[in-house]
């Protein structure tokens, strides 16, 4: 008879796992697997943009004041009309 070795981590996995069957959220301990995976996935896709986001405020901040219309310059850049003055 084969042995097997379950490691602390692993062991708390599988409480965790079968809570969350046993709400009837999941129908198995691989659909707890596969929602973790895709939660780490999100947080990870999340944190490269906050570490965009911060490099892009970085770099404006260094870049100095803006001179001239900059709205302006955005829009005609985005393709779009110049702002009607009322």
Known sequence: MATRSISPAAAE???FAAEQV???E???AREVLEAAKAALAR???YQEKLADLKQAIQEGMESGV????V??????KA???PRIKT
């Open 13 to 15: 996995f599988e409480q």
């Open 22 to 24: 046993a709400s009837g």
């Open 26 to 28: 999941f129908s198995n």
């Open 43 to 45: 947080q990870k896709r």
């Open 66 to 69: 803006a001179e001239g219309d």
């Open 71 to 76: 709205f302006a310059r955005v829009r005609e």
């Open 79 to 81: 393709g779009l009309p």
